[in-house]
């Protein structure tokens, strides 16, 4: 029984489709579910029919905005396919699949190979420990090159990537690729694919890539190092090498094709199921007690998405251990709630079929939970454990939304939290100051689409200010020696605690660093705590402007206790208070976010793009030329970007684009 077990998880895949946007990761899942059986006819992005693009401003915006899962089968494989976002804006989108995910598949363009939010995905795919497989797409547009693409990839993500194919023809000539672990020929015809001898013009060209395959294989690869000094490397010792090097992350298999025409999706769905994880290998996870794929094991499900439906709200979780059956009462770690599983749906997108269990490595949805956040860990109520959420990302802009009248202000209200409850990356608070309701979010389109969905399905006008910026604080100049001393009497048990600390700036890609430097037992190790968590409570708002501040670095040098009224209570608030006399207002400097650009143009309006940056504050980091387009590379502040898409298709007729991502924050100019 248990070898049966282990054999059905040695066949669940469970990847993630990440890429830059355009690159063409719908494209390609939509080719998946077709060549797998799942879909009759594909769909196509620009005209909206897509299986995982199900959301109504998805169609019409033509860009994925929401993760969708879909499931497969693929050689007696289970796959579960999460179509990720590629636009920056819905990062966070990314960032929670990618928690529960045990390999990827990094799509790439084979015009511009690696752009900004591809490295994007690939670092947080890094922090994860995520194993991937690369694929180079759109091999026929004009301008493709497999081996620039390729090395893109070894430059700017990985010192290793393999390709373990070579193209045949090129650009609109493009018909197939040579495989070569099994040297052989893969060609494509109107979308049927056929194995063919190598022709013979490619042959001796195959032959000396495949021993450069076998070359790097063997450095990193005792086997393959054996075979390869002996004589010619087996297809099967490869094979094993491959996977287990992708599984450890000391290579990335490179492959390529042209989804949209249906070249070179059959091999890459056998390289998913070849070299990429399946639950049974991915590490055991450490959080108080040792987990392991297996069904036998006690429940531990992780919450990574949450989405309101028409006929109810679903909560969507990966099961890493235990078996979870329909009626199932789960335990909310968190908030130590329990609640009973109504149903469990096995999903297509938007579409769902009800399965009476998961077990681990399943990837569901649940019908039944109603408060279970982002985040949460679910399990079995005598067996509680608490898995590590996924990263929220802080938002970096926001935007004052209104009710029409004071009717539909209380139904705002709700559709907020509602908001809040399905993408954590969005932040509903209200402004001290005028009152106004802000909703922060990770940049204009992010806000721009929450706003619409509030509009279309729930049926709001909402009126929506200008965005505002997240600025931040940062101090100048530090402080050694402050001594405060926290004394409070109040009739019953008082409060008394004394700290002396030195303030320090760090720069501003590091948020806070605490050290204690307390020896003798003044300060015991539990004060110290609660002096670092009264600190991390004094960043909240800065004295300039009431921002949150940045790069600081504390030290606790000393300190006194008093042996009745002395508690951690006591130690947190003078932690607080100590670091807010610290920060004095003529120390501190505003800090503005930036964003790195990335603009496509003609090469015709280079010299307007570059006096438009200028003139926001744009300070210029590279210039290329890639297919015949110029692509400029920039820093500008956040705010000066606002209105940029307009200007630029006004500025190149249309024809130029742009990216963003995140460029951590700088001081901003003094405005007198």
């Not at 998946?32 to 109504?56: C, N, P, Q, R, S």
């Not at 999460?82 to 990094?106: K, Y």
């Not at 006194?560 to 947190?572: I, K, M, N, Q």
Request: with cysteine; aromatic share 4%; glycine share 10%.
């Amino acid at each position: 029984m248990r070898t049966t077990v282990s054999q059905a998880l040695a066949a669940v895949r469970n990847i993630g489709i990440l890429a830059h946007v355009d690159a063409g990761k719908t494209t390609v899942t939509e080719r998946i579910l077709f060549l797998a059986g799942e879909i009759h006819k594909h769909g196509e992005v620009h005209d909206g029919t897509t299986v995982t693009d199900f959301d109504a401003q998805e169609r019409e915006r033509g860009i994925t905005i929401f993760a969708a899962a879909v499931a497969c089968e693929w050689n007696e494989h289970r796959l579960t396919v999460i179509d990720t976002p590629g636009h920056v804006d819905f990062s966070d989108e990314v960032e929670r699949a990618l928690r529960v995910l045990d390999g990827a598949v990094a799509v790439f363009d084979a015009v511009a190979g690696v752009e900004p939010q591809s490295e994007s995905v690939w670092r947080r795919a890094d922090r994860y420990g995520v194993p991937r497989i690369a694929f180079v797409n759109k091999m026929d547009r004009a301008g493709a090159d497999f081996g620039r693409a390729v090395d893109s990839i070894r430059r700017r993500l990985h010192p290793a990537p393999v390709a373990v194919q070579l193209p045949i023809g090129s650009e609109s000539g493009f018909t197939g690729v040579v495989d070569l672990v099994r040297m052989r020929a893969l060609v494509w015809t109107a979308g049927v694919l056929a194995v063919q001898p190598i022709p013979d013009d490619l042959l001796a060209a195959a032959r000396q890539r495949r021993r450069e395959l076998e070359e790097e294989v063997a450095e990193r690869h005792s086997a393959v190092l054996e075979e390869y000094c002996a004589g010619p490397v087996s297809d099967e010792t490869l094979v094993a090498a491959l996977r287990q090097l992708t599984l450890t992350g000391e290579i990335v298999p490179v492959l390529c094709g042209a989804a949209y025409r249906d070249i070179g999706v059959e091999p890459l769905l056998d390289a998913v199921v070849g070299y990429l994880p399946s639950p049974l290998d991915r590490p055991s996870i450490e959080a108080g007690r040792t987990l392991r794929a297996d069904p036998a094991e006690s429940l531990a499900a992780l919450v990574f998405k949450v989405q309101a439906t028409g006929t109810g709200r679903l909560t969507f979780v990966r099961v890493y251990s235990g078996t979870l059956a329909k009626g199932d009462p789960v335990l909310d770690a968190g908030t130590g709630r329990v609640e009973r599983v109504g149903r469990i749906l096995r999903v297509q997108a938007d579409r769902h079929r009800e399965v009476r269990s998961a077990v681990a490595g399943d990837i569901v949805a649940l019908v039944g939970p109603k408060t279970a956040r982002v985040g949460a860990t679910l399990c079995a109520p005598g067996a509680p454990i608490q898995l590590e959420p996924p990263i929220a990302a802080e938002p970096v802009l926001s935007v004052a939304v209104e009710a029409r009248n004071s009717a539909e202000a209380e139904r705002l209200s709700v559709a907020l939290v509602r908001l809040a409850e399905e993408d954590p990356s969005l932040v509903v608070r209200t402004d001290p100051d005028s009152g106004q309701t802000l909703l922060g979010g990770l940049g204009e389109l992010h806000l721009e689409v929450a706003v619409e969905k509030i509009r279309r399905d729930r049926g709001i006008v909402v009126s929506v200010g200008r965005p505002q910026v997240a600025y931040r604080e940062m101090p100048v100049r530090g402080v050694r020696g402050l001594r405060y001393r926290h004394v409070k009497q109040s009739g019953g048990p008082g409060q008394f605690a004394e700290v002396v600390i030195d303030v320090e700036p760090l720069d501003a890609a590091r948020d806070f660093e605490f050290h204690s430097t307390v020896t003798g037992g003044r300060v015991p190790p539990e004060y110290v705590r609660a002096v670092e968590a009264g600190c991390r409570d004094g960043l909240a708002d800065g004295p300039l402007a009431g921002h949150p501040v940045l790069g600081v670095r504390v030290t606790l040098t000393d300190g006194a206790t008093h042996p009745v009224d002395s508690s951690e209570r006591a130690f947190r608030a003078a932690g607080r208070l100590a670091l807010r006399a610290a920060l004095r207002p003529e120390a501190m400097t505003l800090l503005e976010p930036l964003v790195e650009l990335t603009v496509t143009v003609p090469e015709d309006a280079v010299g307007v793009v570059l006096g438009d940056l200028a003139a926001r504050r744009g300070r210029v980091l590279d210039s290329s030329v890639r297919g015949g387009s110029s692509v400029v590379t920039a820093t500008a502040p956040l705010a000066e970007v606002f209105g940029y898409a307009t200007r630029l298709r006004s500025r190149t007729q249309g024809r130029g684009t742009f990216t963003t991502r995140p460029a951590g924050y700088a001081p901003a100019p003094v405005r007198w």
